[in-house]
């Protein structure tokens, strides 16, 4: 007698590292879906949260992640035992954090931060969190994803979410509009973001009269060192006695938003900016390798998700979105990465994610035992991989060995098998591109930067499916199929 066909495998359930910071709920996986548990207290909160009209209405209008109760007998084994209640949200098509984004990305995020708290404010509602990791992006569009964020607002109290909000939010803005100065290596070097009293230091004599800085870093820090012996309780109840009210929050926020709303920031003259008009490419070269990058993608088909390493001005990842479902494109110059998310933003983009991110020094494990916020490459899993003019800025600027370039381009399809596709660029060493890098290393340095030994590595890792010499005949494009 046969054996009986085994039941389909439960899902497995892994908790989202991200999630410990608030005891009152969780975020769990299981398989494609995700869960929220929820304690007594935030239970009784997202009951009267459903309830509102403001709630399902910012959910419709896609400015709050869909979540939804569910039924304890349909919850995959161990993801409710410890909880009173479990949601289940949207998943976003790719987690990102607040230093992978531009300026206008992280403003953005900040404005539907301060809509959405106005909003919960005049329904009786707020949120305990300010942080910029409570947003995340589907495409150009910002949306609001921690729902256990949300409580019942009392009289008398602050907005709780204030000083996250300044840390993650308001002083990385700041920094940037006032100063001039990139506000990615701050956030990613502390997963708390920028303290008041650093801000303080930085935004001395004059400095302190640039918008918001003397309200919001000044007084700010002063106060909280000024409370620094004292409890919450304390403060909270000191703020009653003087009158504290809902009113002051909500005008606190109103005024804020304004702040936010006119912080600028005008890029510096950038040579990726105007990389498309200075680089090396003929007409000829430029029709050649879309074309190629259209068919092979069309041929893959329909990747789910597509990295574009080196995105620049978007060209390729748009052509990438025609056949994907998801583009990520990752740039290393902030201004490149601000101008690309306003247009795709003007044009309502939904399936294209632009990041700033440089290749030689991409976002690590960071935050509690380095797993809180997770690298790049363990988020990275792609069906399809472009590197278009990339190799040889790794491989001659950053003096990264060409058979690490291609190990690394090869791991972010590990996941995706023969289903897999690289589409990579070889600039030949005669390329001017590659002569004008070549120039300023000492003669010699890189002996293996050859075409023949490009092929050789790829080979070793991949079927080259494919290969196309561009007309200038400097630059060659291959497809990579990983091997099993």
């Not at 304690?39 to 209405?57: I, Y």
């Amino acid at each position: 007698m046969a054996p009986p066909h085994p039941a389909p495998a439960e899902p497995v359930t892994r908790t989202e590292p991200g999630s410990f910071r608030d005891p009152a709920n969780r975020v769990f996986y299981a398989g494609d879906e995700v869960y929220r548990g929820l304690g007594p207290r935030a239970a009784e909160d997202w009951l009267a949260l459903a309830g509102t009209d403001f709630f399902p209405r910012l959910v419709a209008e896609g400015r709050i992640c869909a979540t939804e109760a569910v039924d304890p007998t349909e919850l995959p084994a161990g993801v409710g035992a410890d909880w009173s209640t479990v949601l289940r949200h949207e998943r976003v098509p790719f987690v990102s954090y607040p230093y992978e984004w531009s300026f206008a990305m992280l403003r953005d995020a900040a404005l539907l931060h301060l809509d959405i708290l106005r909003e919960a404010l005049a329904a009786g509602f707020t949120t305990k969190d300010g942080s910029a990791y409570n947003v995340q992006w589907r495409g150009s569009e910002p949306l609001f994803i921690d729902i256990g964020s949300f409580e019942a607002a009392r009289d008398g109290e602050p907005w709780a979410g204030y000083r996250q909000f300044c840390q993650t939010m308001l002083y990385p803005l700041m920094l940037q509009a006032h100063l001039g100065l990139d506000f990615q290596p701050w956030l990613r070097s502390r997963v708390d973001g920028v303290e008041a009293g650093q801000m303080r230091r930085m935004f001395g004599g004059t400095r302190r009269f640039r918008a918001g800085v003397l309200k919001h870093v000044h007084l700010h820090d002063a106060m909280q060192n000024r409370n620094a012996a004292n409890s919450t309780d304390a403060v909270r109840g000191q703020l009653r006695d003087a009158g504290f009210s809902r009113e002051l929050v909500l005008a606190t926020v109103r005024a804020v938003r304004k702040l936010v709303d006119r912080l600028d920031w005008q890029p510096p003259a950038s040579h990726w900016a105007d990389y498309q008009e200075t680089c090396t490419y003929s007409d000829a070269d430029r029709a050649h390798k879309q074309r190629f990058v259209d068919e092979v993608l069309a041929e893959a088909g329909g990747p789910d998700l597509v990295l574009d390493l080196g995105a620049n001005d978007g060209t390729y990842a748009s052509i990438a979105a025609r056949h994907a479902g998801y583009v990520l494109a990752l740039e290393s110059d902030p201004a490149v990465v601000d101008r690309l998310y306003q247009r795709l933003r003007a044009d309502g983009e939904r399936r294209i994610l632009p990041l700033v991110m440089d290749l030689a020094d991409p976002s690590p494990g960071g935050g509690w035992r380095g797993v809180e916020r997770a690298s790049l490459t363990s988020r990275g899993q792609a069906d399809a991989v472009l590197a278009l003019a990339v190799i040889h800025h790794l491989a001659i600027g950053r003096n990264v060995p060409l058979a690490e370039v291609v190990d690394w381009l090869v791991s972010f399809l590990a996941a995706a098998g023969p289903r897999g596709r690289l589409v990579v660029e070889f600039v030949h060493p005669e390329d001017p591109m590659a002569r004008r890098l070549l120039a300023n290393k000492p003669a010699g340095l890189f002996p293996d930067y050859r075409r023949d030994e490009f092929e050789r590595l790829l080979a070793a890792r991949c079927t080259i499916a494919r290969r196309e010499e561009l007309p200038s005949g400097t630059r060659t494009l291959y497809v990579g199929i990983p091997d099993d």
